[in-house]
């Protein structure tokens, strides 16, 4: 389990946007990586968005936005596309980083039990230190909710 104050583990991801991702690329940089289900269903979109709106506050910040799902780089091409979002969606098909964070596990829909990506966000300082998990997210102003973890750690 990994908690406040761990390194985050290091990644290399293919992009939606094209290319590879990997997070010593934003070395002295603070990241908000965040793991979503699934793209373009209900709550995904509604995270995303949020995200979307407050791109220029992160951007005056300086702060990366870095979304994650098992979909490949298709599927969110064509997100990004549809909702004009600003940002890199990287693709863990094989499961790897969603395994290393601890988001990959057992879910419950309607009584039925299977294996999926849970939503959780983890706000990374510029020196690649976790300094905050988000495990219950509100999708809907969860953008604020970083934004505001965020100049409470004094950064």
Excluded: N
């Excluded at 990644?11 to 690329?25: H, I």
């Excluded at 039990?113 to 102003?141: N, S, W």
């Amino acid at each position: 389990m990994l908690t406040e104050g761990d390194k985050a583990p290091a990644f290399k991801l293919p992009s939606g946007e094209g290319g590879d991702v990997s997070l010593k690329d934003f070395a002295g940089k603070t990241v908000v990586l965040y793991f979503y289900p699934k793209d373009d269903t209900p709550g995904c979109t509604k995270e995303a968005c949020s995200f979307r709106d407050a791109d220029d506050v992160y951007r005056e910040k300086g702060i990366k936005v870095l979304g994650v799902s098992i979909d490949d780089e298709k599927s969110h091409q064509k997100f990004i596309s549809k909702y004009e979002l600003p940002f890199d969606l990287l693709a863990d098909t094989e499961k790897s980083i969603v395994e290393k964070y601890r988001v990959w596990g057992e879910k419950s829909m309607y009584g039925r039990k299977y294996m999926g990506t849970h939503r959780k966000t983890f706000l990374i300082d510029e020196k690649g230190k976790i300094v905050k998990i988000f495990d219950k997210v509100k999708v809907a102003e969860h953008a604020d909710e970083v934004l505001k973890a965020f100049g409470e750690k004094g950064q």
